[in-house]
């Protein structure tokens, strides 16, 4: 399939597929678009391909011995190949699952690492980089001494966030940035992460949180066994009777299914009601 006409600091994902070890098939023809400034939000159950998506578009797949078998990743006009150092280079930068931190490190030092490999360079850029951390994240400046590994989890968190801005992302991937975290800091992630877009950085958040995500994101696709079920308008997906019952634990409402949200392939099938995302999602919604 021939990639769509590229639009400078757009993401397109095209036709996709992804195995790991030759053998587990992770993703089948995952189509996807973040335009220039957007949050695109990506909700599914464990296991629906999610981090795959993002490690393929951060060029970590190999790491994790998985392969792209076909489909094609641009961002803008740059074609990208599979190779993390191109992708931060281009501007594509992802925050991990898991938030991992450097524990013995400091967070400054942590800041430091995140520059390496970043479109920027010298001591200045890398002060104003850390500066806008630093303003983004005022607890990091306060701690800027102390171990990572001793900040509780959602001040690691906004460090991993942190360290990926010191590279001057033009698209940030975050996989999964409310996993774990208590409410009232899910509700200053999500702030942070509108502050984000707002200073002009686009955002592909990998969300199971999908009363987070949703409102966050402009559109939305939902993944089930490595294939876009649902794709459409977020306002519109959070309106759908199979969204709102199986990603945002209410009751089902047939009347309100929203117009505007296709499914992606054929007709859209139930995905699976046992996802966990369930609880941090009712948690969330108070
Ligand atoms: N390194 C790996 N080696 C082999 N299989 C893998 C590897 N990583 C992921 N998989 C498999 O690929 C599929 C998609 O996994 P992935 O981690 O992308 O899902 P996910 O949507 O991010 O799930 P979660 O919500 O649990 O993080 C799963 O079947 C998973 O078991
Ligand atoms: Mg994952």
């Not at 509108?194 to 995500?213: D, F, K, P």
């Amino acid at each position: 399939m021939s990639p769509p006409p590229a639009q400078a600091g757009s993401l397109s994902v095209s036709d996709l597929h992804v195995t790991y070890g030759r053998s587990v098939r992770a993703l089948h023809g995952v189509s996807l678009t973040v335009p220039h400034g957007r949050i695109v939000a990506v909700l599914g159950s464990n296991g629906a391909g999610k981090t795959t998506l993002l490690r393929a578009v951060s060029g970590t797949l190999a790491l994790h011995r998985g392969t792209v078998d076909s489909g094609t990743i641009h961002f803008g006009d740059t074609r990208l190949t599979g190779d993390s150092a191109q992708s931060v280079a281009a501007g594509v930068v992802q925050v991990p699952e898991g938030r991992r931190v450097f524990g013995a490190l400091s967070v400054e030092e942590n800041l430091r690492a995140g520059f390496l490999g970043a479109r920027r360079r010298g001591a200045a850029e890398r002060r104003a980089a850390r500066e806008r951390v630093f303003a983004l994240f005022p607890v990091l400046a306060e701690r800027r001494r102390q171990a990572a590994g001793l900040m509780s989890g959602g001040e690691q968190q906004m460090l991993a966030i942190g360290r990926a801005l010191m590279a001057g992302p033009r698209l940030l991937l975050l996989d999964e940035p409310s996993l774990g975290l208590a409410p009232l800091m899910v509700q200053r992630i999500a702030g942070i992460i509108r502050e984000i877009n707002a200073q002009g950085t686009s955002v592909l958040l990998v969300e199971q949180n999908a009363s987070m995500a949703l409102e966050l994101s402009d559109r939305a696709s939902v993944l089930d066994v490595g294939q876009v079920r649902l794709e459409g308008a977020s306002a519109d997906l959070a309106g759908t009777d199979e969204v709102r019952r199986l990603y945002l634990g209410e009751v089902s409402d047939p009347g309100t299914e929203a117009e505007d949200v296709v499914p992606a392939t054929g007709s859209a099938r139930a995905l699976s009601p046992t996802g966990p995302g369930l609880t941090e999602l009712s948690r969330w919604n108070g």
